[in-house]
């Protein structure tokens, strides 16, 4: 990409993977430039570590959104296709009740769109999620990935993915007893931290070691991980592709996988 390229980030806390991106751009090992910072959430201390680097923020409050749903049964936007939604949308198990799904899709759709809005007067031509802790919809997704082929929302998940998805994936991972953690950088789909994998780092885990010990080791592997796959992004290295396997039964397995181009080729 001749230009530097465009990121906006979303977020809900700290914004540690924040700084390690402004970091990057400051310092030459993303050749990009931060163009807005948002949150869900009003109090994120990310937003003022944007704000100390001169970008743009907004909020959207999320917890609002869903009291006032609650309350005032809100309409969602009027582009919103709750069927469309409810057969792309891949993050519920068998068990969740039908008007609890609805519920949520609409809710977060009318915070989405409320997103989408701040996000045009800022072009972008990658959003990064860097500890955004709201599953995006298709309603949102669609809307930023025009080419489905050519995904631009990538995800930063403190785990060794497809292990582990969710909230707590240093935790789940302690607590499972693995010797070795790590920290995955993948595209967003409609799942939940389902996404093609564009890169994994990992750590040991010592039989003396504390949760909290390994949660500081994976951070330190986040702040390297994110910025080098955003910067592959950057030099347009990196590939979506669709792979199906015949196995010696016969059977068809599909995957989606990121290859990335190298001076030698692709890996």
């Not at 994120?44 to 917890?63: Q, S």
């Not at 040991?204 to 909290?212: A, C, F, K, R, S």
Request: neutral net charge.
């Amino acid at each position: 990409m001749k230009n530097p390229l465009r990121i906006g980030a979303l977020i809900s806390g700290g914004g540690t993977n924040l700084q390690a991106i402004i970091d990057a751009c400051q310092s030459g090992g993303i050749t990009g430039k931060m163009t807005f910072v948002g949150s869900d959430n009003p109090n994120a201390h990310g937003l003022n570590r944007a704000e100390k680097a001169g970008i743009p923020t907004f909020v959207v409050d999320y917890r609002a959104i869903i009291q006032g749903y609650q309350i005032n049964a809100m309409s969602p936007p009027p582009d919103f296709n709750l069927e469309d939604c409810l057969i792309k949308q891949h993050i519920f198990s068998e068990r969740t009740p039908a008007h609890r799904i609805v519920r949520f899709l609409i809710t977060r759709a009318i915070a989405e769109s409320r997103l989408l809005q701040h996000m045009k007067a800022y072009p972008i031509d990658l959003l990064v999620l860097a500890g955004f802790m709201r599953n995006l919809t298709p309603y949102f997704i669609d809307r930023v990935d025009a080419n489905p082929d050519h995904p631009r929302i990538m995800n930063i998940h403190p785990a060794l993915l497809p292990s582990f998805p969710g909230t707590d994936g240093y935790g789940d991972t302690f607590r499972h007893g693995c010797r070795v953690g790590g920290c995955t950088v993948h595209f967003v789909d409609y799942g939940e931290d389902s996404g093609p994998i564009i890169g994994q780092r990992c750590f040991p885990i010592h039989p003396d070691d504390t949760l909290e010990m390994a949660k500081k080791k994976g951070l330190e592997q986040e702040w390297l991980l994110y910025p080098e796959c955003i910067q592959l992004f950057a030099e347009a290295k990196l590939n979506v592709l669709k792979q199906v396997h015949i196995m010696d039964n016969g059977k068809e397995m599909k995957r989606t996988i990121v290859r990335i181009r190298t001076g030698d080729g692709i890996k």
